[in-house]
């Protein structure tokens, strides 16, 4: 059994997924974010960075591992599925998990700072990370144009690129001209999986953009 701490955040996302694809029994324990419940001292026993998601593997000696990318890579091993076995195969998920996480995620991380939350709109950072984005996803499209997936087959590499740039909106990213990527999301949105690990956590409480973002700002700026 797995113990998962998370929120309903693009990160957090990626662990759900992951789980409901591998089809693990697995506990969801949603911390509030807004309340700093990821900086108690309980949970930085768990994840000393006090961030979400993180997992206690119940079944290996209380086994805990903390940041999103290397929560997916324990999962997928564990199972045995998600992530080939084969040197080259899993070079190839392995490179593409590393393009979200030290390319997609943050860019995209930055543009909702400046674009969504903060009240001030400072132009040439808006457009630095919205543009570096923009060309990330186009990365993602030519490659795709040529393979269905990122690494041939369906991987944890899909699954955490895809869980961050379904949120291109809230970014103000467009994806206009991006067809092939658009198949291979529409492809993953189809995923009853990936459907559930979205919806998971559920939402609490219903917000518009404004007022979610002016929540999210003010967990920004603690």
Known sequence: MIDLYTARTPNGYKATVTLEELEMDYTVHHLQLMENEQKEPWFLKINPNGRIPAIIDRANDDFAVFESGAIMIYLAEKAGKLLPTDEKGRSRVMQWLMFQMGGIGPMMGQAN?????????YQPAIDRYQNEGRRLMEVIDGHLAHHEYLADDYSIADIANWCWIRGHEWSG????????MKRWMDDIAARPAAIKGINTPPEEVKQDDEQKAKDILKFVQK
């Open 113 to 121: 700072v400046f674009y969504r939350y903060f009240p001030e709109k």
């Open 173 to 180: 990213i467009s994806i206009d001209g991006l067809d092939h």
